[in-house]
């Protein structure tokens, strides 16, 4: 399973919230220093935690300014806290950005009105019942709030004469269903839950906002067409976390509202999606099938839509859609992950012929295109996510430095090892290196396996609460993040290689990494761990347990450990039987039982330090309890420890700390690293 929002993200839900306005040079966000500091200083925990990282970003439609969000820590922290997220503008040639909100205030999602005039964001004030759209001139200034909805705001797009913005909010009870709650019949029927979002749109001049998609519609996400006469849409039925992952549609719904059309048919998972310029064409990114483990495949269907599937672009790309836009009728822009890197390339919607724009980029995450002028939220192994602009073809230039006291940090050198599977297969990592690693030494080694299965490590910024690379190489250890088979960045076929194996090959495909690490001279093979989260925590299972001869640590976070009692308790458990398995666990109990932590507890021996959130439903935090409970009682050294309001991550800046220091501490107690 991939972490969510919860942990810092991915794998970490934290609401995008906003506030009142001002104009405001951001001291904060530096110009890049010619000179370049000497890099003396060790990481720290509390570095990590209140890092800087830039997130959404739209470029004006002029192309001439950029508005972002930044991840900032809170000036006071008193008590359960997260990040704060902060509106900046920034000239898209460079120049010092301009901060528009403040803490307690929190930004998200800003778009530009087509006449470039008026930003639009999503944000929170103390006295919101909820999470709502915001207006701040362009130049800045006091916002307001545009909609006083009774339920928070989760996407806006504005139309494209600029008169309306459409949004999406949490779905409220009806008067029947207030009544019934009121007078205690609140029972519910099944075990499908969700709140399903409706579609609204409400005149920039004010008003009342009028709903467009029908309440029992679940809208999952929106695109205002360019005529602005309707919407395409992702959603379906269900609201529930399996079923908008499995079972949404893409669909077309027109401006004056009622039931949305069925554009074609899809099976599994949907992502991003954009109209033509002249609004004939909508393209989306898909699955390629039920059993995709990701939606990373390019699809184009016409406006009017088909009777069937949509036409599918990059079905034999080896790589994952992430983000698409089109420049022109016939030409549509692609950010996706290859390999353990980022790509931007050109769409032919005809052919499908790609043609790359630029040579190397940074890890993009959000992104813009604008009148030829690309825009993206982009990391590197150096830092954390900062601005990125360029002219498409052009080499992309970094336009902010958020994180200065970065260039006093020693950091250890990221490279990407490459090397065979036990059947021949190819494969790769991302590794770091100890901070101050010389040619001839041997060091422990602590493997961070990512989530999903279908998550992937990239060779960019590796460091965050739940995964401090960086903080394990300040403290001696090389860390070796490896992209087994299953994981996304490598195409369907890859993301497919694990099917019904959980466990299997791709377990062995970490053990063949650690043996190449060995032979290249790196690691000592005695003084091996393992630390990971939700399905890497899973593989951290299985190191504590079946492989405990190859293990002398692990850590295991948010991980599934009794495959049986996760599926039936999970709110996923058809994503995870239909893109894992590819078999449901009820009809081949023992197989899956085989494949649990759980099932080979008993002659374990290695020290396992398990960490959970109190309120995760995507792992159940008694998956936890069951690990720690066997371990006990198999004598082994083993500690639980659970995060109150913790969902499928840690997102309090208190319990990441706290994670940070015993996970290192666990690590150097029972691999004997050297002090960084």
């Known amino acids: 399973m991939r972490r969510s929002a ?14 009142c306005a001002a104009v405001v040079p951001a001291q904060a966000v530096a110009k890049p220093k010619l000179a370049t500091p000497a890099r003396t200083e060790a990481i720290t925990p509390e570095a990590i935690v209140d890092l800087r990282a830039v997130g959404d970003v739209a470029l004006s439609p002029d192309a001439r300014r950029i508005a972002y969000v930044q991840r900032l820590p809170r000036e006071r922290v008193d008590g359960p806290t997260t990040m704060v997220r902060a509106l900046f503008v920034i000239d898209s040639g460079g120049g010092t950005p ?11 999602s800003p778009a530009w009105s087509p006449d470039g005039k008026t930003i639009a964001f999503v944000g929170r004030r103390k006295g919101d019942d909820g999470a709502q759209v915001y207006l701040v001139a362009a130049d800045g200034g006091g916002a307001r709030a545009l909609t006083r909805h009774k339920t928070s705001v989760r996407e806006l797009a504005w139309s494209p004469d600029g008169k309306r913005i459409a949004f999406t909010a949490d779905r409220e009870p009806t008067e029947a269903e207030r009544n019934d709650q009121s007078a205690g019949r609140d029972h519910k029927l099944g075990d499908v839950e969700g709140t399903k979002r409706r579609l609204w749109i409400i005149d920039v001049a004010g008003g009342e906002a009028q709903a467009l998609s029908p309440q029992d519609f679940h809208v999952e996400r929106m695109r205002f067409s360019p005529r602005g006469d309707a919407f395409a849409l992702v959603g379906g039925d269900r609201a529930d976390v399996d079923g908008t992952m499995m079972y949404g549609g893409v669909y077309r719904l027109p401006l004056a509202g009622g039931t949305p059309q069925k554009l074609c048919e899809t099976k599994g998972k949907l992502g991003d999606l954009a109209w033509s310029p002249q609004g004939r064409t909508i ?12 939606a990373g495949v390019v699809w184009i269907v016409p406006e009017a839509g088909v009777a069937g599937a949509a036409t599918p672009l990059t079905l034999d790309y080896q790589g994952t859609g992430q983000w698409l836009r089109f420049v022109d009728e016939s030409r549509l822009l692609v950010l996706a992950h290859e390999d353990t890197r980022a790509a931007v390339f050109l769409l032919d919607a005809r052919g499908g012929q790609r043609k790359p724009v630029f040579a190397k980029p940074p890890v993009c995450h959000g992104a813009d295109v604008v009148r030829g002028t690309f825009v993206c939220a982009g990391d590197t192994a150096q830092h954390p996510a900062e601005v990125f602009a360029a002219k498409l073809g052009a080499p992309l230039r970094r336009l902010t430095h958020s994180n200065p006291a970065l260039d006093r940090i020693a950091m250890g050198e990221q490279r990407v090892v490459r090397y065979k599977a036990a059947d021949g297969l190819s494969l790769a990592g991302v590794l770091t290196l100890p901070v101050g690693h010389r040619e001839g030494q041997r060091h422990p080694l602590v493997v961070l396996p990512h989530g999903g299965p279908e998550g ?4 960019g910024w590796n460091t965050r609460a739940g995964y401090p690379a960086q903080l394990l190489a300040s403290r001696g250890f090389v860390v070796f993040e490896p992209n087994y088979r299953g994981s996304s960045g490598r195409g369907v076929a890859f993301g497919k290689a694990d099917h019904g194996d959980l466990g299997g090959k791709e377990f062995d495909d970490v053990l063949a990494g650690i043996d190449e690490l060995v032979r290249q001279g790196l690691v000592d093979p005695d003084r091996v761990g393992m630390g990971g989260w939700s399905y890497g925590g899973y593989f951290s299972g299985l190191a504590a347990t079946k492989h405990s001869k190859r293990f002398r640590a692990a850590m295991v976070g948010a991980a599934i450990t009794n495959w049986m009692s996760f599926t039936g308790t999970s709110e996923i458990e058809h994503e ?3 893109v894992h398995w590819k078999l449901w666990p009820y009809d081949q109990p023992e197989l899956v039982w085989s494949r649990s932590p759980m099932a080979h507890t008993k002659g374990a021996s290695t020290p396992t330090l398990i960490v959970h ?6 792992v159940p935090p008694e998956q936890a309890k069951e690990l720690y409970r066997a371990l006990r009682h198999a004598g082994v050294t083993t500690e639980l420890v659970t995060y109150p309001r913790e969902g499928h991550g840690l997102g309090e800046r208190e319990h990441q700390l706290d994670f940070l220091r015993r996970m290192t501490a666990w690590f150097e107690q029972h691999l004997a690293a050297r002090a960084g």
């Open 6 to 19: 919860s942990l810092p993200l991915s794998v970490l839900w934290i609401s995008l919230l906003a506030g």
């Open 98 to 108: 301009t901060q528009y909100t403040f803490e307690p205030d929190s930004a998200g």
């Open 283 to 294: 393209a989306f990114l898909g699955a390629a099938d039920i059993h995709d483990p990701t």
């Open 456 to 459: 992937v490590s990239l060779a």
């Open 576 to 578: 995870n039987s239909l």
């Open 613 to 618: 959130g109190l309120d995760d439903t995507r």
